[in-house]
């Protein structure tokens, strides 16, 4: 399987250190699971890690690459004993997993997640969490449009942020705790209010996946332009829109679903913001249209600025030799 990769976030080196936990439940071994795997590896930060999946495949695979020891169809057998649990599944199956972990949950343990959506997380899971168990929602800004357990990596989460959003009166030492476990996976860290998460991620990631979805498919339903010249004058703006949308469509289902309010509000503040485009061009008004350009293109300097993307031609994405097989 082939799967270009970002050297961004490369730089930043991750010493090994003793165990932290000395068990690591991750409930999903997808993408994100798998590549907490490889990262807490490779800082040696577990003293075992174990996984839950539905399917055989899933777990036969992972045992396989040496992400987990052992593979558990149940998520309740996958949690007895670890110290940390993380729910590495689409939002919409947190709160059905919790309530069937909840009771077998360890005092001490730290639970937390690595969904796109935090007030739906704190809603659903919320109630199922027993005294003496640290829940802690979590969310790393990083990904593929892959998925699975071939697709993870340990690279993943350097230099990228992950947000973590505990509940008022949660325990400063395992919040601490749980911060140092991902800044030693390679992220930095950034501790907010789930609300203020929600309604962030809805203008930086949800509504521009919402996008992307969309002119995707307005694209393939043009009845005026075949599937083949779609794909064979794909510019570079139409084909990164198509990268993204290739990401996991369950998941973002249940983004949307779980974050409606925020993405509501963002798509309503878009709506404004693409009519005002919309009457500078049936207008020809050049200079609204310019200033709007500079503007957009200084937040993309920023954004490199920042070490979040690079400015390497094709967006750094390596190809033929530099491509990396697994």
Known sequence: ???????????????????MFKRIALIGIGLIGSSISHAAR???????????????????????????????????????????????????ACGKIAAEIGPH????TILTDVGSVKGAIVRDVGPHVP?????????????TEHSGPEAGFAELYDNRWCILTPLPGADAVHVTRLRTFWEKLGSNVE??????????????????H???????????HLERVTDSEVIKFSAGGFRDFTRIAASDPTMWRDVFLNNREAVLEMLGRFTEDLIHLQRAIRYGDGDTLFDLFTEARSIRR?????GQDTAAPDFGRPHGAQTEKK
């Open 210 to 220: 919402l996008i992307a979805f969309n002119i995707v498919n307005t694209a393939a």
């Open 42 to 92: 490779r800082a040696g930060l577990a003293g075992e890690i174990v996984g839950a999946a539905k399917t055989e495949a899933t777990r036969a695979t992972a045992i396989k690459l040496g992400l987990i020891a052992k593979g558990y169809a149940d998520a309740r057998e996958a949690v007895r004993g670890a110290d940390l649990v993380i729910l590495c599944v689409p939002v919409g």
């Open 191 to 208: 501790i907010m209010d789930a609300d203020h998460h929600d309604l962030v991620l809805g203008i930086t990631s949800h509504v521009p």
């Open 131 to 143: 005294a003496g168990v640290h829940f802690i929602p979590g969310h790393p800004i990083a990904g």
């Open 302 to 306: 920023g954004i490199i600025k920042a």
């Open 1 to 19: 399987m082939s799967k270009s990769r970002s050297k961004i976030g490369q730089k930043k080196t991750v010493a090994p250190v003793g165990p």
């Open 105 to 108: 949950l360890e005092p001490g």
